[in-house]
């Protein structure tokens, strides 16, 4: 299996920061996207940025312009970049790896989450 492990959430106050860190870890071939998604009680998760093959990124709408999603590919770590928080970003965070383990094989994973909370 390919297990991932979040860090890096907390209580901030409005307009303040946080950067989100996601590990995978396992018997990897090789990695074809990371993602982030929040989920808030009564509503769906929530695709919030993601990072694929190349480089290439996009954000939701609410996310675009305050959030950034990057990766160490050396250490296989996705990481989520949160600046200008608001309350509406409140939620638990959770990160998601899709790749292959084997060339017949691939892997969907996702983190246990982490809670974010944006209040005064």
């Known amino acids: 299996q390919v297990q991932l492990v979040e860090s890096g959430g907390g209580l901030v106050q409005p307009g303040g920061s946080l950067r989100l860190s996601c590990a995978a870890s396992g018997r990897i071939r090789s990695v074809n996207a990371m993602a982030w998604y929040r989920q808030v009680p009564g509503k769906e998760r929530e695709l919030v940025a993601v990072i694929r093959t190349g480089g290439t990124t996009n954000y939701a709408d609410s996310a675009e312009g305050r959030f950034t999603i990057s990766r160490d590919n050396a250490k296989n770590t996705v990481y989520l970049q949160m600046n200008s928080l608001k309350p509406e970003d409140t939620a638990v965070y959770y990160c998601?790896?899709?790749?292959?383990?084997?060339?017949?094989?691939?892997?969907?994973?996702w983190g246990q989450g982490t809670q974010v909370t944006v209040s005064s």
């Open positions: 998601n790896v899709r790749g292959l383990i084997t060339y017949f094989r691939d892997f969907d994973s």
